[in-house]
Each structure stands twice: as structure tokens, then as C-alpha cells.
């Protein structure tokens, strides 16, 4: 299964994408989307045609993406609601499935730790992505939201396996 992980954010657009086979997890590609400065609806727009060439051009079968967290500004965290919307519609148009995940289940999934540091998930991920060298902090967090999906994808398989065998 290929997954794209996808770190929603206005001015830098975190994406990363994996390939599972079983345990086996491959690094295919990351990058970062980056919209530019000014008028709000072009960056959204922006945001939207690179992310939908993103995924055009690597044609991944699920995706995952950050939950947003509440913080003190309120109109930053409707903005950043907005790019999280976009990140959410764009593989949602290419008839993917979109999981989402909260930041402490993404970082305990690939470190161990729910308050894991940024730097503790980007080498986590590099450890779990031999040859991986993500682009930035945005691209290394969409990557670990990837391998997450991955794991919990893994553990809903092998349950329902479980409660086939069990009929």
C-alpha cells in the first residue's frame, strides 16, 4: 500500500510518502509546499493545485493527516483549520481515504513518547526510512504521520483477521 502522510500548514505544507509491504516500510518521496505571502484565498489555492500534483504524481491508496490543536490565536488556528481543510479535500477528490491522527498519537507511534521533540521524530523516521532525508521539519513530520497511519492500518488488519477467524 502506498500512503501519503500530509503536515496541514499555511505557509509550509509538510507531505511524505511511504510504501508498506507487511512490516516493510519504504521511503518514496517528501517534500514541501510552500504558498507564498499575501492574499489568503491564493495561498489556499496554491496549496491546493501543488498538493493535487503531489498526489497525481504519486498515485498513493490512503492518506493521513495532523490533526489541528487549539492554540492562543484563534485566527491562526482558523487559518491553519483552512490549510488542514485543503489537505484533507485534495486526497479526498482523488477518491482516497483520509485518516487523521493527533500529534502525540503520530510521535508515539514513531518514537515511543507522546511529547516526543521534533528532532526525536525526524530521527525516528530516518531510522525507520533507511535512506530517507527529508526536506524539512514539515516533510520529516508528514513522513511520521505516514508511517503511523501504517501502523495502525497494520493493527486494524490483523483484528479484524482475528475476529474473522474467531466467526
Given at each position: 500500500m502506498r500512503i501519503i502522510?500530509?503536515?496541514?500548514?499555511?505557509?509550509?505544507?509538510?507531505?511524505?510518502?511511504?510504501?508498506?509491504?507487511?512490516s516493510r516500510l519504504r521511503h518514496?518521496?517528501?517534500?514541501?509546499?510552500?504558498?507564498?505571502?499575501?492574499d489568503l484565498a491564493l495561498r489556499l489555492l496554491a496549496l491546493y493545485e501543488q498538493l493535487s500534483a503531489v498526489i497525481a504524481r504519486h498515485a498513493p491508496q490512503a492518506a493521513a493527516v495532523e490533526q489541528t490543536f487549539v492554540n492562543k490565536d484563534g485566527a491562526g488556528t482558523l487559518k491553519l483549520g483552512q490549510a488542514r481543510g485543503i489537505a484533507m479535500l485534495v486526497p479526498a477528490k482523488a477518491g482516497l481515504?483520509?485518516?487523521?491522527?493527533?500529534?502525540?498519537?503520530?510521535?508515539?507511534?514513531?518514537v515511543g513518547v507522546g511529547h516526543a521533540e521534533k528532532q526525536q521524530v525526524e530521527h525516528m523516521v530516518r531510522l525507520q526510512l533507511?535512506?530517507?532525508?527529508?526536506?524539512?521539519p514539515d516533510a520529516a513530520d508528514a513522513l511520521a504521520i505516514a508511517?503511523?497511519?501504517?501502523?495502525?492500518a497494520q493493527s486494524a488488519g490483523r483484528l479484524a483477521q482475528a475476529i474473522g477467524a474467531a466467526s
Open positions: 502522510g500530509i503536515d496541514p500548514g499555511l505557509r509550509c505544507l509538510g507531505w511524505g510518502v511511504i510504501d508498506v509491504d507487511g518514496v518521496a517528501n517534500g514541501q509546499i510552500l504558498s507564498g505571502a499575501g481515504s483520509v485518516a487523521e491522527y493527533a500529534p502525540n498519537a503520530v510521535k508515539k507511534a514513531v533507511p535512506g530517507c532525508d527529508p526536506v524539512g508511517i503511523c497511519h501504517a501502523f495502525y
